[in-house]
Structures are given as structure tokens and as C-alpha cells.
């Protein structure tokens, strides 16, 4: 992956094996084997940055972005199909368990959202032939769904992104993706950008110095466009003691 993308890794794990019979298509006789990866790095890492290019994965899950309220695709375009889907069922009680697979999955009905569900949501909606790779073609509703991936490959950075947004919460893997010195506010946005969603700020930093995650490091940033902030730096200490290591995502609610 390093010489490939010229991007040093940090933090890496192994995902999972895919070797569903048809994830590479049905015609396929021979059986095709993955073994997938979760590593993390830093844009600024680049040794050659014309080797790769770089994408948010909310071009590809525009449904899991909920840091600026419910995403308009979630409500206008997949809610009326999911439920027109459910209620396609030949049986009352498929129709129900459809329902409230879907409430559940994409907090419908007011459920509580929740982030680490990404995987559930993507086959759910593969499920309901609302993504292309289900084989429906690209219609009005595929288009909005994000972009297709070769493949399952979409299902597997969707178990990639379940994976880092549960991984957060009890292990200090965010800071790998943070410069050697940040303010809390960039660590908190960070933090927003890997879960899709806001967190409340004066308990994230409150959490954050109680389980001596960071130290200050004596300077202050000028690129706030107010007030200097006071720059940190990970205290690596935290990792000798898995007790405090983690960040908890004392989220926003609506």
C-alpha cells in the first residue's frame, strides 16, 4: 500500500475475509477471496501524491453524513422507497420485520441514529435494490445513493467505516489522523467527521482532559480565525493503561 499510494500507514488492523460464492458476480464458477484491511493515514504523509487520489466516503454512504441534520437523500429519496419496499412484501409479517429492520437501521419512526450501523444500513438498502450494485441499474434514486463501487467493495469500506466509528470510542486511534500538534477544536471536527455527527463540545473536551488524552504543548495557533488556541499533542502514556484510552463521543442530540 506504501509503495502504491506513497502514503506512510499508521494505525493498521486486519478487517475481514469476504468470500461470499457471488461477490464478484454470479457467472463467476470460481470462488474469490479477500482479506481486507482498516489502516490510517495522513494526507500531508504523501511521498507521491500523483499515485493516488482522495475521496470522502460520503460520496459514496451521502446517507450516513448527519452533521448537519438528517441528509435530504436519507428523507426525500430512500425513506419512501424503503417503506414502499417493506410493504411490497407477500406477508403481513415480513412486511412488519421489513419496517422495522429499516426504523431501526436508519432511526426512522423516531429511533435513535446509530453511527456504527453503517454495514446494516448498506445491505439493507442492497436488500431493497436502492444501490446499482444491487443490479437495478443507475436510476434516479441509485444516483442519489452515493457512488457504485466494483464488486461488494462498497460493502467492504462500509465495514471499514463501521469498524473505525466503534474503534474510536474505546481506543485513541483518532489522533494517528491528527497532526504532532492540534487544537481541541480540530480534534473534535476530526472526530465529527469519522462518526457523521456533532458532539457537544464542552463535554468532548471535558472527557478528553479527564482521561489525560492530550497535553498541552506550551504554544498556540493563530489559524483560528479569532482568538490564538492552545495546541496539544497525544500523550502517548494512555497507551500502557487501556482503562482511559478512547474518546467516548459524547454526542449532540437534535
Not at 422507497?81 to 412486511?95: H, K
Request: with cysteine.
Amino acid at each position: 500500500m506504501e509503495q502504491q499510494t506513497g502514503h506512510a500507514l499508521g494505525y493498521i488492523e486486519q478487517l475481514y475475509t469476504f468470500a461470499d460464492r457471488d461477490r464478484i458476480g454470479t457467472e463467476r464458477h470460481q470462488r474469490v477471496i479477500s482479506i481486507s484491511y482498516l489502516a490510517l493515514t495522513r494526507k500531508e504523509q504523501a511521498t507521491n501524491s500523483a499515485a493516488c487520489g482522495w475521496q470522502s466516503w460520503y460520496e459514496y454512504f451521502p446517507w450516513e453524513d448527519h452533521r448537519f441534520g438528517t441528509p435530504p437523500v436519507l428523507l426525500d429519496r430512500l425513506r419512501p422507497r424503503l417503506i414502499e419496499w417493506a410493504g411490497g412484501a407477500s406477508e403481513p409479517t415480513t412486511q412488519r420485520e421489513r419496517r422495522q429492520r429499516a426504523a431501526i437501521a436508519f432511526g426512522f419512526d423516531d429511533r435513535h441514529w446509530n453511527e456504527e450501523l453503517t454495514l446494516q444500513r448498506y445491505e439493507l438498502l442492497y436488500e431493497a435494490a436502492l444501490i446499482e450494485e444491487a443490479g437495478g441499474g443507475r436510476d434516479a434514486i441509485a444516483a442519489a445513493a452515493g457512488k457504485p463501487m466494483v464488486a461488494d467493495h462498497r460493502r467492504i469500506l462500509a465495514t471499514g467505516i463501521a469498524r473505525l466509528r466503534s474503534k474510536i470510542k474505546y481506543r485513541p486511534v483518532v489522533f494517528e489522523l491528527m497532526r504532532p500538534s492540534f487544537t481541541l477544536l480540530q480534534l473534535q471536527r476530526t472526530v465529527e467527521a469519522l462518526a457523521g455527527r456533532l458532539i457537544n463540545k464542552p463535554n468532548f473536551r471535558r472527557l478528553v482532559e479527564q482521561q489525560d488524552l492530550v497535553e498541552e504543548t506550551g504554544e498556540t495557533s493563530l489559524d483560528t480565525g479569532g482568538r490564538p488556541a492552545k495546541l496539544y499533542r497525544f500523550r502517548h502514556a494512555v497507551l500502557d493503561d487501556r482503562a482511559i484510552a478512547g474518546t467516548k463521543l459524547p454526542l449532540a442530540r437534535a
